[in-house]
T-cell receptor
Framework: QQQVKQSPQSLIVQKGGISIINCAYE??????FPWYQQFPGKGPALLIA?????SEKKEGRFTISFNKSAKQFSLHIMDSQPGDSATYFC?????????????FGRGTQLTVWP | GAVVSQHPSRVICKSGTSVKIECRSL??????MFWYRQFPKQSLMLMAT?????????EQGVEKDKFLINHASLTLSTLTVTSAHPEDSSFYIC???????????FGEGSRLTVL
């Protein structure tokens, strides 16, 4: 059973546009929600993360929105650039479980057209 | 700079041979490291949790005799793919967890091709 559901599977955005990727989870014990960016042939890199005590976190052009009641969180990439073209994974974990045991979404392949 | 170092980045071997992949935590001591496997255009699949000084915990369906994990120090874990076959060809990635924050950092991955 997929613990974290991610959509869309692929996304095409024009340069300067907003990219939005959504994730949903069921396990209410999850209390850490990171996003990872992965370029082809490379390991995932931590992009931004949020804990459920806040509803939004912003770092530069990247924003996580978190809706605890709906058990959903999303990544917004403002002013999308061709260099943002990569695969993005959302994930979730619980401090009560094995520390660092992350459950990943299936990934979203983002393509930003120049 | 890099938090996790993984080596080798690419390895090609003949069927039946064994391959060792190293994962080093560069910034902090890691009592727990994780090994993932990733197929093309797919998500990361957790293979096992590597615990320093004790046996690794394998996920369901992962053969522990095929994928040997050793976590002999607080900064080094190794994954050995024994008697590799073409179906073991994949991208293997390790990760380490920063205890006080729970952040998970990944290595650059190792592309294994078994001929």
């Amino acid at each position: 059973q997929q613990q974290v559901k991610q959509s869309p599977q692929s996304l095409i955005v024009q340069k300067g546009g907003i990219s939005i990727i959504n994730c949903a989870y069921e396990n209410t014990a999850f209390d850490y929600f990171p996003w990872y960016q992965q370029f082809p042939g490379k390991g995932p890199a931590l992009l931004i993360a949020i804990r459920p005590d806040v509803s939004e976190k912003k770092e530069g052009r990247f924003t996580i929105s978190f809706n605890k009641s709906a058990k959903q969180f999303s990544l917004h990439i403002m002013d999308s650039q061709p260099g943002d073209s990569a695969t993005y994974f959302c994930a979730a974990s619980s401090r009560g479980s094995t520390l660092g045991r992350l459950y990943f979404g299936r990934g979203t392949q983002l393509t930003v057209w120049p | 700079g890099a938090v996790v170092s993984q080596h080798p980045s690419r390895v090609i071997c003949k069927s039946g041979t064994s391959v060792k992949i190293e994962c080093r935590s560069l910034d902090f001591q890691a009592t727990t490291m994780f090994w993932y496997r990733q197929f093309p255009k797919q998500s990361l699949m957790l293979m096992a949790t590597s615990n320093e000084g004790s046996k690794a915990t394998y996920e369901q369906g992962v053969e522990k005799d095929k994928f040997l994990i050793n976590h002999a120090s607080l900064t080094l874990s190794t994954l050995t793919v024994t008697s590799a076959h073409p179906e073991d060809s994949s991208f293997y990635i390790c990760s380490v967890s920063r205890l006080n924050t729970g952040e998970l950092f990944f290595g650059e991955g190792s592309r294994l091709t078994v001929l």
